[in-house]
């Protein structure tokens, strides 16, 4: 297999790859490539467990590492190497695509990572301190390993560059915006993927109105007009909007002021506070996994859901303001593809919003939920944001491909 494109996604304790055959599509007329397998090392440095999935999802390897053989990205890539030179010896890659949380104010496209461009990534590493060296560390490995193929960065803010300004901003004094404390937005892959494929599934929708939760682990929700991103729930970092499984969502920035005055807490407390112990977490005193909440008796785990609820709806309002009305809501990630009794409660008492789901629908987990004569239709579709990124990365480094 030439014209192979490898996607990393490199985390604080984990590598997710994806292996993509850039001469073949799984969906014709797609312009994406192939997927080939996927899998991840998670427990970096800790409890190392390596798991893999062949094209159709079959899992075909699942095991325990030893700690020093995941102690650091680069030896979990050497894992990960390893897995493909076994199954797919034939495979030559061409390209190596990255997720790369922040790509700054200046990137709406991919790019690829030179010195040049590895050392201006880095100076956006204090907007994202959780995830961008993480990321960066993964491009590292991965130039390491595979010297003469381009690496290159995927961003989650580039779709949201077109964001009209007053969705860009905060009412700071503006040397502050200046200087790049704006509203970056997130899930910019997962938003991407959904977008393209309304373009080819339902492409009245797609140059149409469209709300997209992505509610998973992370949550955000976006407005895409004429596929383009008009406003999204996620700020300056990945913390504001709807609460997440350990993230706060949108908090009055005076609570922080009072922590810091009354409590005495420093940049890294708040830090854990607002990533690490708030959310679903935070909130239930349970468990961050909305499964466990779902399944749990205790009232706390019931006020945590309502919260989550409730936030997520009064965002569909705040996004169909921004859009003047909707003509489809898509969910999407872990909670918003599977959780039938979520989807449910966010679109309860929606007909103001021409919005209503049809029960049987919902629960059978259908592509298309809507009630019959709903106006605005309702769609669970699965993100990939994998396949975006080897799509971005084939296009961006020029690497001819059959599908593209
Ligand atoms: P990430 O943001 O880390 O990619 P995912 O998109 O995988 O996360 O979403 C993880 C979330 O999805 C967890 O809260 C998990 O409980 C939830 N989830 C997955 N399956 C279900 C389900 N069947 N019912 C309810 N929640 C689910």
Not at 53 to 79: K, N, Y
Not at 318 to 345: C, K, P, Y
Request: hydrophobic share 45%; charged share 20%; with cysteine.
């Amino acid at each position: 297999m030439t014209g192979a494109v490898l996607v990393l996604n490199a985390g604080s304790s984990s590598i997710k790859f994806a292996l993509f055959d850039g001469t073949g599509t799984d969906v014709p007329g797609s312009g994406d490539p192939a997927e080939v397998c996927r899998g991840r090392v998670e427990g970096l440095g800790e409890q190392p467990r390596f798991r893999a999935q062949d094209e159709c999802g079959t899992p075909v390897e699942a095991r325990d590492l030893a700690p020093g053989e995941a102690s650091s990205h680069a030896a979990a890539l050497d894992v990960i190497l390893e897995f493909l030179a076994r199954r797919h010896a034939d495979a030559r890659i061409a390209v190596v695509g990255h997720r790369v949380v922040h790509g700054g104010a200046a990137h709406s496209r991919s790019v690829i990572v030179d010195t040049a461009m590895r050392a201006e990534l880095a100076l956006l590493e204090p907007l994202a301190p959780l995830h961008q060296p993480h990321n960066l560390a993964g491009i590292d490995a991965a130039r390491a390993a595979f010297p003469d193929a381009p690496q290159v960065a995927c961003f989650d803010t580039a779709f949201h560059r077109t964001h009209p300004w007053v969705n860009d901003t905060f009412a700071l004094p503006r040397a502050l915006y200046d200087e790049g404390i704006r509203r970056y937005g997130f899930h910019g892959l997962s938003y991407d993927y959904i977008s393209s494929r309304l373009r080819q599934t339902h492409p009245t929708l797609a140059s149409g109105r469209v709300v997209v939760a992505h509610l998973g682990n992370g949550a955000s929700m976006c407005a895409i007009k004429d596929g383009r991103s008009v406003g999204s729930s996620m700020g300056f970092t990945a913390l504001d909007g709807l609460p997440m499984g350990t993230r706060c969502g949108q908090l009055d920035p005076g609570v922080l002021l009072y922590l810091m005055s009354a409590k005495g807490m420093d940049a890294p407390a708040l830090t854990d506070l607002l990533y690490n112990r708030s959310g679903l977490k935070g909130l239930s005193g349970i468990s961050a996994d909305m499964r466990v909440l779902e399944a749990s008796e205790e009232p706390h785990a019931a006020q945590a859901i309502d919260y989550f609820v409730y936030r997520v709806r009064r965002e569909i309002g705040a996004m169909a303001a921004t859009v003047a009305g909707i003509d489809a809501l898509v969910f999407t990630g872990g909670i918003g593809e599977n959780s039938a009794l979520i989807r449910a409660r966010i679109c309860e008492n929606m007909d103001w919003l021409g919005l209503s789901v049809d029960a049987a629908r919902n629960a059978a987990n259908e592509a298309d939920i809507s009630a019959p004569g709903s106006r605005c239709r309702v769609l669970v579709i699965r993100t990939n944001e994998e396949v975006v990124i080897a799509r971005h990365s084939l296009h961006v480094a020029g690497v001819s491909s059959a599908a593209t």
